[in-house]
């Protein structure tokens, strides 16, 4: 059975391990090995889930299948830093689903609706107006995802990966 539950300071290590397995899942197909592997040691190190799980304004969902995290989610309660996202999202306060993967082999079986409906829960309790998130505008399958769970495109905008600015859609999922 899998379950959601909010991760800890002792998930660093093996959260940053699905983290390298599924970032490389949601990059386009012309993204380079050193980009991904750049962001991945950057962003995505046990370090920063270390700082991830410690930051006030970070929430960090683990999804479990028996002893093993299969998927996770990072939610930040912040004012949009980007200036794109801030004009795009109109509605406030707001929470952004800023990480969102799932294992291979656990896609298409429910895992990654139930960390959607965690993530909501929690932004529900923090009394936000909407949900936005950045998707690559080649990520199909995550667009039809978040098109599934409600959310609706209200902008564009950049995001750098190693070397390389992707091109992202920005959704916003009202509460
Ligand atoms: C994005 C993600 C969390 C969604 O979880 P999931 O379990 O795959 O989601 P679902 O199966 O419920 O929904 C995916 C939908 O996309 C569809 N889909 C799959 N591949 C597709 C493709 N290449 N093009 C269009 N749609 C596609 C599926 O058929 C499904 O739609 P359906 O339910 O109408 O059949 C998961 O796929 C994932 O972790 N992907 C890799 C990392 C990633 O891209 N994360 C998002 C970063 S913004």
């Given at each position: 059975m899998v379950t959601v539950e909010r991760a800890d300071t002792q998930d660093a290590a093996e959260l940053s391990a699905v983290a390298a397995v599924t970032f490389?899942?949601?990059?386009?197909?012309?993204?380079?090995a050193e980009d991904i592997a750049a962001f991945v040691a950057d962003v995505l190190s046990p370090e920063s889930f270390s700082r991830y799980l410690t930051d006030p304004t970070r929430t960090v969902l683990k999804a479990v299948d028996g002893d093993r995290i299969i998927g996770y989610s990072l939610l930040h309660a912040a004012e949009p830093a980007d200036p794109d996202v801030a004009a795009a999202v109109?509605?406030?306060?707001v929470l952004e689903l800023s990480k969102m993967y799932v294992l291979p082999?656990?896609?298409?079986?429910?895992v990654s609706a139930a960390l959607m409906a965690a993530t909501v829960e929690i932004a529900r309790g923090d009394g936000v107006a909407a949900v936005w998130l950045g998707v690559n505008q080649e990520n199909l399958r995550a667009q039809r995802f978040y098109g599934k769970q409600g959310f609706e495109v209200v902008g564009v905008k950049t995001f750098l990966v190693g070397t390389q600015l992707h091109s992202d859609f920005v959704m916003q999922r009202d509460l």
């Open positions: 490389p899942l949601a990059c386009p197909p012309g993204s380079t109109t509605v406030r306060p082999g656990h896609h298409g079986n429910g």
